[in-house]
């Protein structure tokens, strides 16, 4: 059982990381090698590509919430949606540069967003928080 004052342990989102990471991966190397650039593989690129960077980050984020504890301590849906976030990021990233649209400015403006709204969303549960 889980100390309810501390974020989970790393180890306990490395089989999800790993089932992600291969989906993600797995499905990028697919689209990218066996597919041209059609309407249905570039969304099937994106989606796997939200996979990939969703897993690999994930371990990351549950030790930066471990190391960096927080009241309330975040939950496996927290560390989950956190990862997700940065998951959409990055192929967003992508999609604004197949249209030659992405630049700093833009690419920061979208950071600073999906930061606030996770911010938001942690000031939402720290405030319904009841220990």
């Known amino acids: 059982m889980m100390d309810s004052r501390v974020s989970p342990p790393v180890r306990y989102f490395l ?3 790993l089932i992600l990471m291969i989906l ?11 597919t041209s650039p ?20 994930m371990p990351g984020v549950a030790f930066l919430n471990r190391r960096f504890p927080s009241l309330p301590p975040p939950t496996p849906q927290v560390i989950l949606r956190q990862s ?25 403006l979208l950071a600073v967003c999906l930061i606030l709204i996770e ?3 942690r000031l939402r549960e720290r405030s319904q928080w009841k220990p």
């Open 15 to 17: 089989p999800t990381s």
């Open 24 to 34: 993600g991966w797995g499905g990028l190397f697919a689209v990218t090698t066996y």
């Open 38 to 57: 059609s309407g249905g593989s570039r969304w099937l690129f994106f989606f796997t590509a939200v996979l990939a960077i969703t897993g690999t980050v």
């Open 84 to 108: 997700i976030w940065i998951g959409v990021f990055v192929p967003t990233l992508a999609w604004l540069q197949v249209g030659r649209v992405l630049n700093l400015a833009l690419g920061g």
């Open 119 to 121: 911010l938001l969303l």
